[in-house]
């Protein structure tokens, strides 16, 4: 079974960027669209940010944009993503994910099967 394993994490303050990284244990993803969600307490799990497989093309959640790299190394099996002055209301559980079928949205997190344990993030102001 194929793992996701993100890092990166942590407590921050606001104004600083972070660097997050998801690993995958297999390959295969290499060929698939990869994202990011985040979700904060008592809300609903947000899209943050996708890239296709060539690592051409890259979407991002409006909360974000602008602000945010999102990248892959297929070699090292590795989506990345960047998030620059970091706000309070950034703190959220960031996972990665894949969407390995179908045809729904990158932006919508139904469509995506694989998903990673997370990697809290806590900006303090």
């Known amino acids: 079974q194929v793992r996701l394993v993100e ?13 997050l990284s998801c690993a995958a244990s297999d390959r295969t993803v290499s060929e698939n669209i990869m ?6 307490p008592g809300k609903e799990r ?7 497989p060539g690592g051409n093309v890259q979407s991002y959640g ?11 190394d297929n070699a090292q099996v590795t989506i990345y993503l960047q998030i620059n002055n970091l706000r309070p ?5 960031y996972y990665c994910a894949v969407k390995r079928y ?5 932006m919508d997190a139904s469509s995506y099967d694989l998903w990673g344990q997370g990697t809290p993030v806590t900006v303090s102001s």
Not at 62 to 72: N, P, T
């Open 35 to 40: 994202g990011w969600f985040r979700q904060a």
């Open 89 to 93: 209301e950034d703190t959220a559980v």
């Open 46 to 52: 947000e899209f943050v940010a996708a890239v296709t």
């Open 7 to 19: 890092s990166g994490g942590g407590l921050v303050l606001a104004g600083d960027s972070l660097r």
């Open 62 to 72: 409006d909360s974000v944009k602008g602000r945010s790299i999102v990248s892959r």
């Open 102 to 106: 179908g045809s729904g949205s990158r």
